[in-house]
């Protein structure tokens, strides 16, 4: 099976704009999950999609977004950023099990 | 929430050597906890995981034990090779798809 893919890989925006970035998961799965990692916090969960619908949300702000289509692709959107959003952006996909990431997306906000 | 401890955030082995890792969670709930190995520039792997009605697993060089009543699981690899150097993160859930809460990591180098 092809692996969890994320599109684009790479990201340079400025402060107050939006970028909406892209996870396909692996064939079959129906959870999908995003996390933000930054060497000052660590890896933080934003929020988990399944079937369509957010099952979990983490402490971000509302800026911060997502959604899930029927195919399970998910995307996540992020307005107004901030420079403190600059990081990497990870999803990751389930079946009923294990988590499988994604190669993330490096956000760097100028 | 969950919180999840983990130490320590680094760790120098001699290769041959073992290397432990221990991480505290404060959620009784939790009943899925994984390790992932992270090299530097590539995406989190999975390398073991253990669910709470499990005590011990191991896989290879690779162990995991949990202590459910205290709170706390270790990651222990055995004869380590310089291709073990990586940050190690700890994760704590409360299903096996559900919000993971990670440790803060543990950069291991293994010297020759």
């Known amino acids: 099976k092809a692996g969890v893919t994320q599109t684009p890989r790479y990201l340079i925006k400025t402060r107050g704009q939006q970028v909406t970035l892209s996870c396909s998961p692996i064939?079959?799965?129906?959870?999908v999950s995003w996390y933000q990692q930054t060497p000052g916090q660590g890896l933080q969960f934003l929020f988990e999609y399944f079937s369509e619908t957010q099952r979990n949300k983490g402490n971000f702000p509302g800026r911060f977004s997502g959604r899930q289509f029927s195919n399970s692709r998910s995307e996540m959107n992020v307005s107004t950023l901030e420079l403190g959003d600059s990081a990497l952006y990870l999803c990751?996909?389930?079946?009923?099990?294990?988590?499988?990431f994604g190669p993330g997306t490096r956000l760097t906000v100028l | 929430g969950e919180n999840v401890e983990q130490h320590p955030s680094t760790l120098s082995v001699q290769e041959g050597d073992s290397a432990v890792i221990k991480c505290t969670y404060s959620?009784?709930?939790?009943?899925?906890f994984p390790w992932y190995k992270q090299e530097l520039g590539k995406r989190p792997q999975l390398i073991i995981d253990?669910?709470?009605?499990?005590g011990e697993k191991k896989d290879q060089r690779i162990a995991v034990t949990l202590n459910k009543t205290a709170k706390h699981f270790s990651l222990h690899i055995t004869e380590t090779q310089p291709e073990d150097s990586a940050v190690y993160f700890c994760a704590a859930s409360p299903s096996t798809a559900s919000k993971l809460t990670f440790g803060t990591g543990t950069r291991l180098q293994v010297t020759l």
């Open positions: 253990i669910r709470s009605n499990v």
């Open positions: 064939s079959g799965h129906r959870s």
């Open positions: 990751a996909t389930s079946a009923s099990d294990t988590q499988y």
């Open positions: 959620d009784s709930a939790s009943n899925y």
